[in-house]
């Protein structure tokens, strides 16, 4: 499965943005997707993720409440909604694919840039 990640950009704190991530490929609504991210000089950390059916979800605690995780399947998409953004929101964002749901990615996509300013 191959991952186009869209939807980043420079926002106040506050605000908020929808990432977007399309999984191409014959079997893409079979993956697991998440969102991890990195900010500079640290390491990347997991967002959150969605299930392959949509019904199940799961979010690191520090954007439980603030950010919420849908998919389309019938486009392959997955779009992470993020509300009231903070500073330390800002990271570049990657969507990956886990074929077995069970928290292993196997396929990345390049990253989207979100800029929170204070």
């Known amino acids: 499965v191959q991952l186009q990640a869209s939807g980043g950009g420079l926002v106040q704190a506050g605000g908020s943005l929808r990432l977007s991530c399309v999984a191409s490929?014959?079997?893409?609504?079979?993956?697991?997707l998440g969102w991890f991210r990195q900010a500079p000089g640290a390491e990347r950390e997991f967002v959150a993720s969605i299930s392959s059916s949509g019904f199940s979800t799961l979010y690191e605690d520090s954007v439980k409440g603030r950010f919420t995780i849908s998919r389309d399947n019938g486009v392959n998409t997955v779009f992470p909604q993020m509300n009231s953004l903070k500073p330390e929101d800002t990271a570049v964002y990657f969507c990956?694919?886990?074929?077995?749901?069970?928290?292993?990615?196997?396929?990345w996509g390049q990253g989207t840039l979100v800029t929170v300013s204070s």
């Open positions: 490929g014959r079997t893409a609504n079979r993956y697991a």
């Open positions: 990956a694919a886990d074929p077995r749901g069970g928290s292993e990615y196997t396929s």
